[in-house]
């Protein structure tokens, strides 16, 4: 409470971002912070509360804050707190999915969670399985994966969502592979490892406004079938297969400083998992263990303490599933049984711990990629 506003704004900035437990926390800091010296500080508590994201904390919160006096006594405060409410609001209201590929190939499906309506999009060019994919504004990008003929590929596609009458080709990657991952930072997608004819542990990254493709920095493991996911800023890879080895090693990539480092193994070796980010923390989730058995198990990784931890099973085991974030709630699409493809969509509340079943398709599907649309 003895910290200037310089050092206060320092604390918040070092926050876990978009976490919604970090906001609250912010939040109460800020309020704790201004009235511990009210006179010298009610003045700058509209810059400190300007600075928390309201659109990733939740409805309970946000009429909370509501009463709270330092924004209800400021037209500013009051505003900013209209804004943020109206952003979760359109945040929560964000639901439904595009399924790409995999068993099902050349097919692009929209899925709406709550009408249970599909919409079919327009057909890639090229039917592929294990491919991976990005969501850039309006733009979707499929990239990489294996066609149906066991041919590799190194080629690209976009689909623009504003005109959704075809697929169009883009740039091929410099190096053909599948089973890879890829992330969005900073207007560059980022694709890592994977298999050619042999598991990689390189990357390379796509420039969205250059059209390019270009070399990064290789892993510090050589990694196919693994999660890959964007937190805070940084691109976690994690565990996956090296070699005939089920790795449950995990590292994270800083596109500031151009430096791979190891962080905390999961707490068993999985390969073929989902992996997604909700509240600030990230999920690896099912997956084929070490002995080759379908796995039920799901793993949440706390970036600010390097933990994984676990949470509660899936209902139904599965490897090679698709997996998204729709407001607050996690979604598992599909997979494989081990014996065969699913049709079931299964949903995880965070706040619960567990999981329901939401649906199921009508095609069961694996080997796909997902993006929110």
Partial sequence: MQLDFDD????????????????VACFNGIVGWVNHCPLQRKELFVKLFSEVDLSSTNMSFLEMASQENLVKNNLLCANFLVQGSLMFIQRMSTSTFLLIGGTTEHEAVVYNIMSKETTQFPDLNIGRMKATSAKVGKRVFVIGGIAAGKTLLKSCE???????????????????????GSGLIAGQIYVTGGMNTYHLSSCEKFDIQAN????TENMLQKRCSHGCVVCNGLLYCIGGKKGTEHISSCECYDVESKKWKEIAPLNEPRRSMASVVLD??????????????????????FPERNTWEYVAPLLLSCSRASACVLGTRLYVIGGSSGVASLKTVQQYDPDSDSWTICF?????TSSTTVVVV
């Fill in 158 to 180: 976009m689909l623009d969502l504003d005109q959704p009458d075809k697929w169009i080709v883009l740039p091929d990657m410099i190096q053909a592979r599948h089973l890879c």
């Fill in 280 to 301: 600030g923390t990230i999920f690896a989730i099912g997956g084929i263990g070490h002995n080759k058995q379908t796995l039920s198990t799901v793993e949440r990784y």
């Fill in 360 to 364: 199921e398709m009508k095609k069961a």
């Fill in 212 to 215: 390019v493709w270009t070399r």
């Fill in 8 to 23: 206060m704004s320092d604390v918040i900035n070092q926050r876990n971002k978009g976490c919604a437990r970090s906001e």
